[in-house]
């Protein structure tokens, strides 16, 4: 078992910037990959920015150039650093790890974005 909190959330106007962590606890030697996902009202959860074991990463388009997933597998812990927010970034943003010893996602319980003028 995986447990995942976060923090960071909260409300910044447009152009702002952010800061999200999670910290992973339990079996975390079984996590191969830590993420990112956020889900707007409406919406489907998607996946903004992943970050594999090897420190190799991956976006979704909508935040390339503007968000950085940054941190250490090993260490438990994984990083979201937001810059020039928009407004279409508001959302539930959820830190999720991956243990493929047992084909199972894990999830945090969610940080609220919001993004307003």
């Known amino acids: 078992q995986v447990q995942l909190v976060e923090s960071g959330g909260g409300l910044v106007q447009p152009g702002g910037s952010l800061r999200l962590s999670c910290a992973a606890s339990?079996?975390?030697?079984?996590?191969?990959?830590m993420a990112w996902f956020r889900q707007a009202p409406g919406k489907q959860r998607e996946l903004v920015a992943l970050?594999?074991?090897?420190?190799?990463?991956n976006y979704v388009d909508s935040v390339k150039g503007r968000f950085t997933i940054s941190g250490d597998i090993r260490k438990n812990t994984v990083y979201l650093q937001m810059n020039s927010l928009k407004l279409e970034d508001t959302a539930v943003y959820y830190c999720?790890?991956?243990?493929?010893?047992?084909?199972?996602?894990?999830w945090g319980q969610g940080t609220q974005v919001t993004v307003s003028s």
């Open positions: 339990g079996s975390t030697f079984t996590i191969s990959i």
């Open positions: 970050l594999r074991s090897g420190n190799s990463a």
């Open positions: 999720n790890a991956y243990v493929p010893l047992v084909r199972t996602d894990y």
